[in-house]
């Protein structure tokens, strides 16, 4: 083949995407960018503890096949320096600096977990930003049980630790074969880049998560029916972090809603069941 | 060469012996008894979270080229049956009731950590029961700071989970260049033995285990002068689990007793410097 001398050949897998910095609001956030230049970049929001490495190759490279895909780390997590916030809502101002620093006015979202909260407060705050929405092991604010996810956390990394176990085995999957199976080889494919990975993150910074992750759960509830964002809404349906009952609470709330709901499996249903997940999400982008 | 049939072959080597079974009180306890038979035996009492599969096999291998080595689960750890007992006192009921099931009259002791504790109670009880004490890694009832492990424990297990590592790795060793290759290696030892590994520990069973740690610290004082035995107590000089300065507090009260304290290391300093550790230990039970 003859490369195209006057363009960069583009990365499409995220395991060779290299990790970039950019520097606004005193803050340097470390992020990777691929997949094709033009149209409108998904841009994921993470999960508790999560950093780059902690996205599936198996979502992020088909997406990227035809999509400028961009991830990052917020405030104090991996290698963005700075301190974590204690509120979801600092956490979104901060998405916002790192998203308008790399001149985007208009993005896509695919959120997981805490990145859902997330997403739904920069939503809140910065309608005119996001043009489409893909919420995804998430739900509420106030949503019943979030604030149990600390403990849960805890007791889970324990579980783990003595079964010299990845956490999101028990945090993401279910325990029985089909769970077990899938959670392998989940943290396997996390495994995928070998190289330029990104710094895990401190215990400091995700007790701070911890705590932002308790307020949401015990905040009041906020008005979603003011989102007019195309929703697309996806979990397991057994969720022990973030009750799969809540992703059904977002699709009742936000009108312009649809909602995927995987059988036998728990948090981490988008990625057990990527093969489903991702032609359908491609096609709500698309569409 | 010819092997003597009237007597099976002595296994000394700590990852080809079998775990056997014996019941005694209504709980079935699981161990591992190599070297040879004759002479006292030496139990080894394991450390908070600790199973069969938690000896480093460069302690047990050269002890038991020339002496019986006992290793077992306690109540409700491992592939023994029942609850973990929420007292150092009641656990060291069960080791008793489970050193006189298997028909000793008279052992010699190796405890780390909670271990040490429960051997502590072990010979308040049952003075004439053990000839000589070895006591690493741990500190007397009272000990100011022991109350502190669970906190410790639950943070270092966060952190290795974070940097996907053994909280053993944080909990145990110094976090300096010398440390971390100790801890590494320590590490991999344990997984020396490939077949008929123990169960881990159950995170239930662990939080009773730090219950009765907690108790402990905030027990008072016992009368340690009372204790006859020959003793050997040894720790790094900077142990963050059981502070090293309590291996003094116990030499300074325990009438017949020597202390070694190894240099530039911690909680797991016996196992880092086993090369120098397992000779004087030894050399104190041959004495």
Do not use: C
């Not at 956030?29 to 409108?40: E, F």
């Not at 600092?90 to 620093?101: E, G, H, V």
């Not at 981490?268 to 709500?284: N, S």
């Amino acid at each position: 083949m003859v490369s195209d001398r006057s363009q960069p050949s583009v990365v499409t897998t995220y395991k060779d995407a290299p990790t970039r910095m950019i520097s606004a609001g005193g803050v340097t956030y470390a992020y990777r960018d691929l997949g094709p230049i033009g149209g409108v970049p998904v841009v994921f929001f993470v999960h508790l503890a999560g950093t780059l490495d902690n996205w599936d190759p198996r979502v992020i490279d088909p997406i990227a096949e035809n999509h400028r895909v961009i991830t990052f780390d917020n405030r104090g997590v991996g290698a963005t320096t700075g301190l974590v916030p204690d509120t979801v809502e600092a956490m979104a101002d901060d998405a916002f600096t790192f998203i308008r620093a790399l001149g985007f006015e208009t993005i896509d979202v695919l959120a997981f977990s805490l990145g859902g909260f997330v997403a739904q407060a920069l939503v809140a705050r910065h309608p005119e930003l996001v043009r489409k929405l893909i919420l995804t092991g998430t739900g509420p604010a106030g949503g019943k049980d979030i604030d149990k996810v600390a403990t849960t956390t805890y007791l889970d990394t324990l579980r783990a630790a003595l079964t010299r176990s990845d956490p999101k085995e028990f945090l993401f999957f279910n325990r029985n074969a089909t769970g077990r199976i899938a959670a392998k080889a989940f943290v396997k494919r996390l495994q995928e880049r070998t190289s330029d990975r990104d710094a895990p993150i401190t215990v400091t910074a995700l007790r701070t998560q911890l705590k932002a992750i308790k307020n949401w759960g015990r905040a009041p509830s906020a008005d979603l029916t003011a989102i007019g964002q195309p929703t697309l809404i996806a979990n397991g349906d057994n969720d022990r972090m973030v009750p799969s009952v809540l992703s059904r609470s977002l699709h009742h709330q936000i009108p312009d809603s649809e909602l995927v709901i995987y059988p036998d499996s728990g948090h981490g249903g988008i990625f057990q069941y990527h093969e489903r997940f991702v032609p359908l999400a491609v096609e709500f982008l698309d569409r």
